[in-house]
């Protein structure tokens, strides 16, 4: 049974708030340190994309999660207004469960090697 | 000659054309009407019509804004003919076509079919368990006047397809109810009176629900009678949402009573007495119950 679209939509919704908080949290990380100097996201101090920082912040389970959890939610919310803008083309049938079948495809294997590169990059700096 | 005569102007009305049965294709022809300040375009077609070609086409009945007719897309705008004055907007030319979105019938008539088959598969009727209530009513139900403010500008609503030929939405997407059913379902989904709220988020949860709008907002800016479906379908994307999420207040409430005794208050003070009947044997429905 195909998922109604209140669910999809309400997600769609839900990711974008979701998005909201985090990619707040990437910008006060990565480019809003010197306007709001939080230390335990740049822990060597300096600028953010210092090796000791990257390092230390690639260290901590939370910065993995976080990033797993943003490219999840990222990824619903762009391949679902994707799906929609296809949609409106009218497309048959047929094509309408290809489409779907499509980005349900390239959406599970982009997390996939997304979640898989957040945790090589953890254990590395782990053993570096 | 009169004042009104002196002012009068001729606008070249550019009317697309067609007949099913011997033309291939639309076509636009002109006429040469004379328009005095006042005159509305349902008044310049019956001139073309008496005047030039009685064969020109179009649908229209009360002539005064409020059976939605007469729709019909006005120098590239859906308007009301009977309601829109020519020099309103119209220069020297004034371009008339059927509303877009739909097929056209003949000349100036789209076929509103569709429109109202989407209308009816929404099920925009007050719907309850009470059905003998329903049929064979015994009192009215009890609606206070905020309930009755939470949809009533959506029950001003005359079916005229303006906003339907307006949504570009609709344009590419047949699926799509468009603004004037979803209006009406959400007129329905949000009447205190309806008992059928989780029946309406079930159909309103596929395709042919609010989903696919893009708020271009265009729907509110053509509506001749001020509606807002625009707004209504927001509201009703809100409502679904907050009864896929449980959070839904309307989604639990019990559909409206009957109006009780101690409901009912006598007239205000300083309202006089109605006067008499006029027609013999005739009662008020006020002294029968």
Redesign the interface.
Known sequence: MAIKDTKLWTWHVLAGLIIFVLLGLHMLTMHLNELLPIAALNPAGGHPIDWANVVARAQQISTMVVYILLLGVALYHGLYGLRNILMELNPSQGLRGLISGTIIFVGVVLFVVGTWAAIAVRSTALGA | MSNTAEKTTDVIFRVRRFDPEKDAKPYYEDFTVPCPPGLVVLDGLWYIKEHFDSSLAWRSSCRMGVCGSCGMLLNGKPHLACHTQVREVAGKILMVAPLPNFDIVRDLVPDLAPMLDKHRALKTTVRRADTEEVLDPTDQYWQSPEELTRYLQFAYCIKCGCCMAACP?LA????YSGPMPLAQGYRYLTDSRDGSFQER?EL????E?P??CHYAGECSAVCPKGVDPARAIQLM?RE??L???KLSKRAKCEPARLVRPEDRSGPREGIPDAPEFTVEGATSPATES
């Open positions: 939405t590419t997407d047949p699926v988020a309103l949860s596929g395709a629900g989903w696919r994307k679904l949402v009864d896929y999420l």
